[in-house]
């Protein structure tokens, strides 16, 4: 239930944050004034939304493939390119398919391709506390489960060699690219969801390692990876014995690696 809310208010929010550097002024004061309880809930929205907090941490979720995933403060706040890996997953699966979604975060991906395809088997991990919580509340209402775990070790031992479906999105900016990442990135998201160490591959060499052990035979791995990185990406996955190949959306700027057992 949205709150009444007279027009100088209105436009009192939207300078408030036009002037704090928020460049949709106009489309957020809409969304907090919808999502407050009460005018002081909307006062307190418009403060923490002033002094810098993302605006999906101050209304509690973020759009993603036309689902509310909820977020908290600390976990990846899912980005609309991500959309794009969800696609290409959605292009693979089948019904009745087991899907593993590696580095859940608020396990938007998963929960997007659960409401897509409807009849999967969902597994998700992640090793941060925040976003297993969050994850247990978007992706159980498609009936998804979610382990607490460093990448394949939070999995059961029955996984191994049935997935047929493993998507994820690792951390893969470079250490030292981190300092250019936005404000909102750098102070409020975990480094622990955006550092891929040196060269930004870290993690995902350790995914596509084990991916041939835990994959069914014809099942996919697809991750996310930048325009840049994707040469090296591809490098990795053929090491390791994937049949590869690269695809990309220029208008989102999303790329993304796909190998097949």
């Known amino acids: 239930m949205s709150i009444l809310v007279d027009h100088h208010t209105v436009t009192s929010i939207v300078n408030q944050l036009r002037s704090a550097g928020c ?3 106009e489309e957020e004061t809409q969304l907090l004034v919808s999502e407050a309880q009460s005018l002081e809930d909307l006062i307190k929205k ?3 939304r002033v002094d810098g907090l993302p605006l999906e941490y101050v209304i509690g979720w973020a759009p993603f493939c036309g689902l509310r995933i909820e977020v908290e403060r600390g976990v990846f706040v899912p980005r609309k390119r991500t959309e794009f890996l969800v696609r290409q997953a959605e292009h693979l699966a089948c019904s009745g398919d087991l899907v593993v979604d590696l580095c859940c975060g608020s396990g938007a991906i998963g929960a997007a391709l659960a409401a897509a395809m409807g009849d999967i088997m969902l597994y998700g991990s992640d090793i941060d506390p925040i976003a297993i919580r969050c994850a247990r509340k978007n992706v ?3 009936g998804g489960h979610v ?7 939070a999995f059961p031992r029955w996984m191994k060699g049935r997935i047929n479906l493993l998507v994820a999105n690792v951390p893969y900016v470079p250490t030292k690219a981190i300092d250019l990442l936005p404000l909102e990135a750098r102070l409020y998201e975990p480094n622990l969801a955006l550092d891929g160490g040196e060269d930004g591959l870290n993690i995902l060499r350790r995914v ?3 991916a ?5 035979p014809g099942g996919h791995l697809l991750i996310e990876t930048s325009e840049m990185q994707a040469p090296q990406t591809f490098e990795v996955f053929a090491h390791f014995g994937l049949d590869t190949k690269v695809i990309r959306d220029a208008e989102r700027d999303a790329t993304v690696v796909i190998g097949t057992q």
């Open 140 to 142: 159980t209402k498609f």
């Open 46 to 48: 418009v403060e923490m």
């Open 147 to 153: 382990f607490e775990g460093d990448l394949y070790e």
């Open 208 to 210: 596509v390692k084990e």
């Open 23 to 25: 460049v949709f002024a």
């Open 212 to 216: 041939p052990d835990w994959l069914a």
